[in-house]
């Protein structure tokens, strides 16, 4: 059974930093590119980043692009998404979701994705 489960939101203030773990389990981890998305209430779900198998090649929405690094570490089954220079346009529930294939194919379909976690909330106080 596949678990993907987030972890490491909460409040920050603007400018600050965050750090979001998601643990995944059930399958076979290196085999698939790794996502994170975000929602707001009332607004349509955004993808973030991504990262493809290997870790090696990684994609950014523009929105925070320059600020946001994703990681990942095959050995742990753990994907990371490291936030600094937090605004308060970045509140929102964020979402570790499993890819369809090794490389972020259709990286921003958020409908491709197979697996989701419940979210953790980050909350960005001005």
């Known amino acids: 059974q596949v678990q993907v489960e987030e972890s490491g939101g909460g409040l920050v203030q603007e400018g600050g930093s965050l750090k979001l773990s998601c643990l995944a389990s059930?399958?076979?981890?290196?085999?698939?590119?790794m996502a994170w998305f975000r929602q707001a209430p009332g607004r349509e779900r955004e993808g973030v980043s991504c990262?493809?198998?290997?870790?090696?090649?990684?994609y950014y929405a523009d929105s925070v692009k320059d600020r946001f690094t994703i990681l990942r570490d095959n050995g742990k089954r753990t994907v990371y998404l490291q936030m600094n220079s937090l605004t308060p346009e970045d509140k929102e529930t964020y979402y570790c979701?499993?890819?369809?294939?090794?490389?972020?194919?259709?990286?921003?379909?958020?409908?491709?994705?197979?697996?989701w976690g419940q979210g953790t909330k980050v909350t960005v106080s001005a």
């Open positions: 990262v493809t198998w290997s870790g090696i090649n990684k």
């Open positions: 059930g399958f076979t981890f290196d085999d698939y590119s």
């Open positions: 979701a499993v890819g369809s294939d090794l490389y972020c194919t259709e990286v921003w379909k958020d409908k491709i994705y197979q697996h």
